[in-house]
């Protein structure tokens, strides 16, 4: 978490003075009812600095990465439509660790991708 908000920081820094005329810090921009543009500038921030990040760190760790993709909508379905696409044999997702209960409150990209993908799923706590 704390390295996710080190990017997040990033990303105010980058866009604040672009973003001077929005109320409060960028990243709130996700959170309210802000203009599609001013949204789109935060979120498109953040996937570039997500993306390199991901990658450098699997690269750190001995992981080949050839092809990322970014997408939009609801969480799982894009990984498994990406993992369709791609023709992946595994995936491999984070668990964040909340429990049964608020899991089943919330929802659980990681329960939704376990039960539904065609592909073996390793859950990774």
């Known amino acids: 978490m704390a390295e996710v908000e080190h990017l997040v920081a990033q990303v105010e820094k980058t866009l604040s003075p672009a973003l001077s005329v929005a109320s409060g810090r960028p990243i709130e921009l996700l959170n309210q009812s802000a203009s599609d543009s001013q949204s789109a500038r935060v979120i498109s921030a953040m996937d570039e600095l997500l993306i390199a990040y991901a990658q450098d760190t699997a690269k750190d760790m001995g992981a080949q990465v050839s092809e990322m993709s970014v997408r939009q909508g609801d969480y799982a379905d894009e990984i498994l439509e990406a993992a369709d696409e791609m023709n992946i044999d595994l995936i491999v997702i984070g668990s964040r660790g909340l429990g049964m209960m608020r899991g089943a409150v ?13 592909q073996t799923v390793v859950v990774v706590k």
């Open 106 to 118: 919330l929802g659980s990209v990681s329960q939704k991708v376990l039960h539904h993908a065609a």
